[in-house]
């Protein structure tokens, strides 16, 4: 059973982390496409920058053994960028298929928090 709580753990955190990396660089870099999409959903642009630099701390501290503390401030901050990702999707009717990934991020957030090991726990 332990084993298989661990698989799911780790399973579910390199995907998060892969997850976090890619879209927290693509926005830290401001990409022409997800500048757009950003200002279409009526953010600044540099608002990208902080949200793309916490990403990337978040998945440093997640990746990393103890800092107890500040992993549950990491997972708390995937859940409310991705949620918030969520709800000015529906707040500006986007495409369906615009709700995949953070859905997805949310998920994976939740799953890897949940099976997280107790050397990982506060």
């Not at 916490?54 to 708390?76: D, M, Q, R, S």
């Amino acid at each position: 059973m332990q084993k298989r709580k661990n698989i799911i753990y780790w399973a579910a955190t390199l995907w998060l982390s892969l997850g976090m990396i890619s879209t927290g660089i693509v926005q830290t870099i401001q990409m022409k496409e997800e500048l757009q999409k950003m200002n279409s959903l009526g953010y600044p642009g540099y608002f990208m920058s902080i949200i793309g630099i916490w990403k990337l701390l978040g998945v440093l501290v997640i990746l990393l053994p103890k800092l107890h503390l500040l992993k549950e401030w990491a997972y708390a901050g995937f859940f409310f960028v991705m949620s918030g990702a969520i709800f000015s999707h529906l707040a500006n009717s986007s495409q369906l298929s615009e709700y995949f990934g953070p859905i997805l991020l949310i998920v994976l957030t939740f799953i890897s928090w949940y099976f997280r090991p107790e050397s990982r726990k506060s």
